[in-house]
C-alpha cells in the first residue's frame, strides 16, 4: 500500500448524551480522493472536525503524514465545511486575505496566489464587492478558493457539490481532480454516490457511529458483486428459461419481440459465467453479456441495511 | 502575525471604519449635553404662564393703599426671577365659579385662621408643576415666619434677618483632618454620572461583541475560523478588539467633552463674572478662597456646587479607576454576552440568557444611590468588592474619596480573578455553542456545556 497521509486509530468521541464515533480508524493514502460516506448523523463531520482540530477525541489517534496530529498542521488542512459561509458585510478581496492570514498565510503571497485563482475562475472583478451582492454559487466559488489557496497537503471538502449548479459542480470537480494531479491527498465527504464513482479512489463508510467497510472503490464492488449477469439474446425465452436449471435464477426479464434482455444469477458457488453460458447456449444466440456491478448507491444501501438488520 | 492580533485588528477595523462608529462618536456628546440642558430647561422652567390671585382677607401681607392691595414685601411677590407668575392681591374673597370664570389660573386664600391652622387653601383650574407650588409656598411660609416674629416676638423683618443662621455640616474624616469636604455627596454625584457611562457601555460594548460572535454563527464562517484558529482565540480577538474600539471612542469623546466643555465655559464666562474661574483653573489653582469666586460659584447654585466638588476630586485616581473598571466590568459582562450569543440562533433568541446577566448590572446602578447616601457602609463594602457590582460601586466611592485603599485593591483583585474565570467558562460554552444549530439551547445544556 502507498504511503498514508492520514490515519486515524480506533476514535471514540462522546457527547452526553451520545456517542458519535466508536472505534472508527480510517486511512487515507496519499495522492489519492478518499470518499468518507455515510448517511446524515453517522458521525461523519464529528470525525472532520477532529481531523480539524476543533475538537478532541475522547481516545484513540491520529497521524497527519506520519506525524501525530498538531497544532502545526493546521497550516497542512484546507477544510471546507457543510455549514459555510463568509462575512456578509466584508469585500470579498479583503476577506479572502484574512482568511489566508489565518491559515498562516503571509499576505504579500496570499495576494499573488489569490489573483491568480480569480483570474481562473473569471471572477476578478468581485475582488472589492461585498458577500451579501453575491450569489450563492458565486460565494461557494470563494469558499473553495479560500480553502485550497495555502496548497494544503490534506483537503477535507464537507459535502462541495451542495448549492453548486451543474457548471460550477464540473468546474469545482476538475479542481478537485487537477489539485489530485498535484499531489494534494483529498477527503470527501458526501452522500452523492454519484460523485464518489466518478473521482474517488477508495472509501469508507460510517453508519451509527461506526465505520461499516472500507477499502478501494474496486475492491469494494468486488466484494459486493453477486455473480450476476445481463444477458442480451435473440430465440426462444422459454428454453433459456428450461435451460436454467436449479443452479440459476432469472431476476429479471425485459422482451422485445424474439430479443430478450435477462438478469441471471449464479446461485451455485462452484459455478461460473461460462456454466451459465454452456448450459443455455444451445436455446439461443448471444448478442452481448455484461457483469453486473453493483453501484456505490445500493453498496450504501444494503451495507446499512444489512447492518441495521443485524442489530 | 500572531493569528490572535489579526484577529483584534479585523474586529477592531471593520468597527472604527464604519459611517456608524464616526457618527455616534461625534453625535453621543452634543447630544448628551443637549439632552441633558433639555431636561433642566424642561425642568426648571413650567412653560405655563400662572395669574395667581392671593386673597388676603386677613390683612396680614398686604395693605391697602389708595385703594390698592399691595403686599408688604413687594420685593418678594414681584417675582423677577421667573414673570411667568403675575401675583393679584386683594382682601375680597371671591366665589369659585367667579374664579373659574376668571383669567386667573390659581387662587390662594388666607384667613385670620391661617395663623393658628397653617394651612393655605390653593384653588387651580390645572394642576401647576411643584416648581410653582414651591415657590408659592415658600413665600407664604418667609411672609408669615416675619408675621409672628413680629407679632408675638416684637422682632422686626430686618432683625429676624440678622439672627436668622444656617449651619452646614461639615463632615471630616479623623485620619485626614487637612481636607476640609463638604462636597462629598456630590462629588457621589459626579461618579454616579461616570458610573452610568460605564453601564451604558459595558451594555453597548457587550451587545457589540454578541452580534459579532451571532454574525459569525448565523453567516456560518465560524467552522471553517475555528480550523484555522483555536474558539478561545477567536473569542478573545473579538472581546479585545471590540474593547479597543470600546476605548477609542471613550478617547474621542474626552476629546470631544473636553472642546465642548471649553467652548461652553467661554460662553458662561462671558457672560457672567466667572471668567476669573477659567483663568483659576489655568492657574493649577483650583481650590479658591477667593471671595469673589466663591461668590460667582453660589451665583451659579447647583452647577457652581458641582463645578467646586468636581474640583475637589482625585481626577488621576478617578480617571485610571474608570478605565481599570470600565476593562475589568466589560470583560467580565461581555465575555458572558459572547457566550450567550453563542448559545442561540437568532438575536431575538439571546433575551432569555441576557436579562439575568444584565440584573447584577442594573441593581448596581441602583445600589450606587444608597451608597452615595451611606459610602461606608457594610452594604457599600460588600458591592464595591463583588465583582459583577464593583465596577459602579467602587467607582462611586473612589469618586466621593470615600473608601480604604485595601478595599480599593480587593475590590481590583477579585475583579481580574473573576473575568479570567469567566472568560474561561465563556470560552468552554462558547467552544461548544458556535458548533451548534437549530437546538433551542436550557440552562442545563449550558451546563453539560461546561464539562465536555
Not at chain 1, 453460458?277 to 448478442?287: C, H, I
Not at chain 2, 374673597?93 to 386664600?109: G, N, W
Not at chain 2, 461652553?264 to 462671558?270: A, L, P, T
Not at chain 2, 445600589?367 to 467602587?394: C, G, H, K, Y
Request: charged residues 20%.
Amino acid at each position: 500500500m502507498s504511503k498514508l497521509i492520514l490515519e486515524a486509530k480506533h476514535i471514540v468521541k462522546n457527547y452526553a448524551s451520545h456517542r458519535a464515533l466508536n472505534d472508527v480508524s480510517i486511512a487515507v493514502p496519499e495522492k489519492t480522493i478518499f470518499g468518507l460516506l455515510g448517511p446524515n448523523g453517522a458521525g461523519k463531520t464529528s470525525l472532520i472536525r477532529i481531523i480539524n482540530q476543533i475538537t478532541g477525541p475522547d481516545s484513540g489517534e491520529i497521524f497527519l503524514d506520519g506525524e501525530l496530529l498538531n497544532r502545526s498542521h493546521i497550516k497542512d488542512i484546507g477544510y471546507l465545511p457543510e455549514e459555510r459561509g463568509l462575512y456578509k458585510k466584508m469585500k470579498v478581496g479583503e476577506q479572502s486575505l484574512y482568511l489566508a492570514q489565518l491559515k498562516g498565510m503571509d499576505k504579500s503571497v496570499a495576494k499573488v496566489k489569490l489573483m491568480e485563482w480569480f483570474e481562473r475562475f473569471e471572477i476578478s472583478e468581485w475582488w472589492n464587492k461585498k458577500v451579501d451582492e453575491l450569489s450563492k454559487g458565486m460565494a461557494q466559488k470563494i469558499q473553495f478558493i479560500t480553502t485550497v489557496l495555502h496548497e494544503p497537503k490534506l483537503l477535507i471538502l464537507d459535502e462541495p457539490f451542495s448549492g453548486f449548479d451543474p457548471i460550477n459542480t464540473n468546474l469545482v470537480k476538475s479542481e478537485i481532480l487537477r489539485l489530485k494531479e498535484k499531489g494534494t491527498s483529498i477527503i470527501l465527504s458526501t452522500h452523492n454516490m454519484g460523485s464518489v464513482e466518478e473521482i474517488c479512489d477508495s472509501i469508507a463508510l460510517i453508519n451509527k457511529s461506526e465505520k461499516l467497510l472500507d477499502g478501494t472503490v474496486k475492491d469494494i464492488k468486488d466484494q459486493f458483486k453477486t455473480q450476476t449477469y445481463e444477458l442480451d439474446f435473440t430465440g426462444s425465452i422459454i428454453g433459456f428459461t428450461n435451460a436454467l436449471w436449479t443452479n440459476f435464477e432469472l431476476l429479471e426479464k425485459e422482451t422485445d419481440g424474439d430479443n430478450h434482455k435477462c438478469r441471471v444469477k449464479i446461485l451455485n458457488d462452484k459455478m461460473e459465467l461460462n456454466d451459465l453460458l454452456s448450459s443455455t447456449l444451445p436455446e439461443v444466440k448471444f448478442n452481448s453479456i455484461s457483469e453486473v456491478i453493483p453501484s456505490m448507491n445500493d453498496i450504501f444501501i444494503q451495507a446499512i441495511e444489512t447492518k441495521n438488520a443485524q442489530s | 502575525m500572531n493569528k490572535t492580533s489579526l484577529i483584534i485588528k479585523r474586529e477592531y477595523l471593520t468597527r472604527v471604519t464604519k459611517k456608524s462608529f464616526l457618527i455616534v462618536t461625534f453625535l453621543v456628546p452634543f447630544l448628551f449635553v443637549a439632552v441633558f440642558a433639555g431636561v433642566i430647561a424642561l425642568g426648571v422652567s413650567d412653560s405655563t404662564n400662572h395669574n395667581v390671585l392671593v386673597v388676603d382677607s386677613s390683612g396680614i401681607l398686604s395693605n391697602n393703599i389708595n385703594g390698592k392691595i399691595i403686599p408688604i414685601n413687594t420685593e418678594r411677590w414681584k417675582n423677577a426671577k421667573d414673570s411667568s407668575i403675575v401675583y393679584n392681591f386683594t382682601h375680597e374673597e371671591i366665589e369659585v365659579q367667579a374664579f373659574l370664570d376668571s383669567d386667573y389660573t390659581l387662587k390662594i386664600s388666607i384667613d385670620d385662621q391661617t395663623v393658628n391652622d397653617e394651612n393655605v387653601p390653593m384653588l387651580y383650574k390645572d394642576l401647576p408643576s411643584s416648581i410653582i407650588s414651591t415657590q408659592i409656598e415658600n413665600n407664604l411660609q418667609d411672609d408669615f415666619q416675619e408675621y409672628t416674629w413680629e407679632t408675638f416676638l416684637n422682632v422686626k423683618p430686618e432683625d429676624y434677618k440678622k439672627a436668622e443662621v444656617n449651619i452646614d455640616l461639615v463632615e471630616q474624616d479623623a485620619e485626614n483632618l487637612d481636607v476640609e469636604d463638604p462636597h462629598l455627596r456630590t462629588r457621589g454625584w459626579i461618579g454616579y454620572a461616570l458610573s452610568l457611562i460605564i453601564y451604558m457601555t459595558i451594555f453597548l460594548f457587550g451587545s457589540l461583541v454578541m452580534r459579532g460572535v451571532l454574525e459569525e454563527k448565523m453567516s456560518r464562517i465560524v467552522e471553517v475560523l475555528i480550523s484555522s484558529v483555536k474558539p478561545f482565540q477567536l473569542l478573545m480577538g473579538k472581546i479585545i478588539g471590540v474593547g479597543l474600539v470600546g476605548l477609542t471612542q471613550f478617547i474621542l469623546w474626552i476629546g470631544l467633552f473636553a472642546v465642548i466643555s471649553a467652548v461652553g465655559i467661554g460662553i458662561i464666562s462671558s457672560q457672567t463674572d466667572v471668567s476669573e474661574l477659567a483663568a483659576q483653573v489655568e492657574n493649577g489653582n483650583v481650590i479658591s478662597q477667593d471671595a469673589s469666586m466663591e461668590q460667582a460659584l453660589a451665583s451659579m447654585g447647583q452647577a457652581g456646587d458641582y463645578i467646586e466638588a468636581a474640583f475637589s476630586m482625585n481626577w488621576t485616581l478617578v480617571a485610571l479607576c474608570f478605565i481599570f473598571y470600565f476593562l475589568g466590568g466589560y470583560l467580565l459582562y461581555g465575555s458572558l454576552m459572547a457566550a450567550a450569543g453563542s448559545a442561540v440562533d437568532a438575536e431575538a433568541d439571546s433575551q432569555q440568557f441576557l436579562v439575568p446577566i444584565t440584573i447584577p448590572l442594573i441593581a448596581a446602578i441602583m445600589l450606587s444611590r444608597l451608597v452615595i447616601v451611606n459610602p461606608e457602609s457594610t452594604i457599600a463594602t460588600v458591592f464595591s468588592i463583588f465583582p459583577l457590582t464593583s465596577p459602579i460601586i467602587m467607582l462611586v466611592r473612589v469618586s466621593m474619596g470615600s473608601f480604604e485603599w485595601w478595599e480599593l485593591a480587593l475590590s481590583m483583585i477579585v475583579l481580574i480573578a473573576t473575568f479570567i474565570g469567566t472568560v474561561a467558562l465563556a470560552g468552554k460554552i462558547y467552544r461548544t455553542g458556535i458548533l451548534m444549530y437549530g437546538k433551542k439551547v436550557s440552562y442545563r445544556e449550558l451546563w453539560k456545556w461546561l464539562k465536555y
